[in-house]
């Protein structure tokens, strides 16, 4: 079975670009959180999508932000007019929903704002 | 909302000694405990988790146990080995609507010196 995957791995923007980052799901998932990590700190959840919706975004900061799942294809997270502090590794993780509490993590877009 | 402290920060033992990480948490609605291992340049792997309807599970050489009264739970690792340094994050998790929203611990860097 294919794990999460996720793309580009490794992204670098100037400032004031659009970085767009994807994330493939686990076959069979329609779940999909995406997070961000900053160097040596823990993972701070963004935002939580099912298929076509967007369930919650109260981790995500409401303006230059973005994250989409649509009914085909994979799950974008956007980020508009990058500034240096985006810089961060950025996760996506996916489960099945349907009362499975566990996700499973991608290897993360690690996103450089030059 | 939830938070979770996670200590030590950082961790070395020798090869075969155990290793125990301990985390608090604050929502006492949280009912889902997952631990995650993440090697460098990777993304988090689940490695073990706990419900709250159990004190205590174990698979191998790791165990957690939970503590819900006191709102604490730790990893343990015995017999540990070089391949197991890297850095272990706790997170908790309430049921929010359906889904599993969850908060990670700060990480401990677990280094087992051979």
């Known amino acids: 079975n294919a794990g999460v995957m996720q793309n580009p791995r490794h992204l670098v923007r100037r400032r004031g670009q659009e970085a767009r980052l994807r994330c493939s799901p686990m076959k069979g998932h329609s779940h999909v959180y995406w997070y961000r990590q900053l160097p040596e700190e823990g993972l701070k959840f963004m935002v939580y999508l099912q298929k076509e919706n967007i369930i919650d975004e109260s981790g995500m900061p409401k303006e230059r932000f973005s994250a989409e799942f649509p009914k085909e294809g994979p799950s974008i997270l956007r980020i508009q007019q990058v500034v240096r502090g985006d810089s961060a590794a950025y996760f996506c993780?996916?489960?099945?929903?349907?009362?499975?509490?566990?996700?499973?993590f991608g290897p993360g877009t690690r996103l450089t704002v030059t | 909302g939830e938070n979770v402290e996670q200590h030590p920060s950082t961790l070395s033992v020798q090869e075969g000694d155990s290793a125990v990480i301990k985390c608090t948490y604050s929502?006492?609605?949280?009912?889902?405990f997952p631990w995650y291992k993440q090697e460098l340049g990777k993304g988090p792997q689940l490695i073990i988790d706990i419900r709250s309807n159990v004190g205590e599970k174990k698979d191998q050489r790791i165990a957690v146990t939970l503590n819900k009264t006191a709102k604490h739970f730790s990893l343990h690792i015995t017999e540990t080995q070089p391949e197991d340094s890297a850095v272990y994050f706790c997170?908790?998790?309430?049921?929010?609507?359906?889904?599993?929203?969850?908060?990670f611990g700060t990480g401990t860097k677990l280094q087992v010196i051979p």
């Open positions: 993780a996916s489960s099945p929903g349907q009362g499975v509490l566990e996700q499973y």
């Open positions: 997170a908790a998790s309430p049921n929010s609507g359906g889904y599993q929203k969850v908060t």
């Open positions: 929502d006492s609605a949280s009912n889902y």
